[in-house]
């Protein structure tokens, strides 16, 4: 059963800076495309309706990234500890919310922020921006 674990999560000031962590087991990188995705409080929705924020390729060669994140944030993974990274900087209020990191078998060499393509989630962890 593939699994991914988000830690990370806390709560940080505007202007901070915070790193996400999605450890993934029984599976390897190299085959799956990676997407981290969030739901804002109050907006409740399917996982397929998530925000996307931003992904990687199985390759590791290819990232994409929300307009309201670029710039700011960063994936990137370390496929000797089967994780992948968002590192966060710059945080804004508006990115408080819970962020899931999400697993896709089928894109081969591509990703996507949709969460339609993704068949595997994990449980999310808090991001809280306030002073």
């Known amino acids: 059963q593939l699994q991914l674990v988000e830690s990370g999560g806390g709560l940080v000031q505007p202007g901070g800076s915070l790193r996400l962590s999605c450890a993934v087991s029984e599976f390897t990188l190299s085959d799956y495309a990676i997407g981290w995705f969030r739901q804002a409080p109050g907006k409740e929705r399917a996982g397929q309706e998530r925000?996307?924020?931003?992904?990687?390729?199985?390759?590791?060669?290819?990232?994409s990234y929300a307009d309201s994140v670029k710039g700011r944030f960063t994936i990137s993974t370390n496929n000797a500890k089967n994780t992948v990274y968002l590192q966060m900087n710059g945080v804004k209020p508006e990115d408080t919310a819970v962020y899931y990191c999400?697993?896709?078998?089928?894109?081969?060499?591509?990703?996507?922020?949709?969460?339609?393509?993704?068949?595997?989630w994990g449980q999310g962890t808090q991001v809280t921006v306030s002073s």
């Open positions: 925000e996307g924020v931003s992904c990687i390729t199985d390759t590791g060669r290819g990232t």
């Open positions: 999400a697993a896709a078998g089928t894109l081969f060499g591509r990703c996507v922020l949709d969460g339609l393509r993704y068949g595997y």
